[in-house]
């Protein structure tokens, strides 16, 4: 396991109690970083990505652990996953996944009260070289375009049901 340098987790860190739960939050305002808002799953951007196309699956629900969820959420969950995974396959290409989850803060959990799966899109040679060195707006910047790249693969979905 690699310890990232990461210097924006700051932010979140501070973010964190000012704003309430980033999912609950994402649901309610219509933020731009949600991608997907389904009947019991959605799917956010990761405001502080560890990759550019690092996008967070959660259930709807106000739940934080794997054993307060329904059938029907676990479920829904892993479609998410396949149909994001499916989307980044198509629209950036990576080599491959990193696909996780974070149980608690001790193991890197930053919203420990919302149950989010992690999917981070890996390059050959990616190596985190862009995470670990580069500025927070050039993410950012990132962050917007990429958004705005993924979006209508999930309104897709979205409409289809
Ligand atoms: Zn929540």
């Known amino acids: 396991m690699k310890t990232l340098w990461a210097p924006w987790r700051m932010d979140y860190i501070l973010d964190k109690g000012e704003k309430g739960c980033i999912f609950c939050q994402g649901l309610s305002d219509g933020a731009k970083l949600t991608l997907y808002s389904g009947s019991l799953s959605m799917v956010m951007m990761n405001k502080y990505p560890y990759a550019n196309g690092h996008m967070l699956v959660a259930p709807k629900r106000h739940v934080a652990s794997l054993e307060d969820l329904r059938f029907e959420e676990m479920a829904d969950l892993l479609k998410m996953v396949r149909d994001s995974v499916g989307i980044l396959k198509k629209v950036m290409k990576p080599d491959g996944f990193n696909v996780g989850l974070n149980l608690g803060a001790v193991a890197g959990a930053g919203v ?50």
């Open 112 to 161: 420990e009260e919302h149950l989010h799966l992690h999917i981070v899109p890996r390059w050959h040679g990616d190596t985190n070289a862009m995470t670990v060195l580069a500025d927070v707006r050039v993410i950012s910047q990132h962050l917007d375009v990429t958004c705005r790249n993924l979006k209508p693969h999930f309104e897709l979905l979205e409409s289809a049901g």
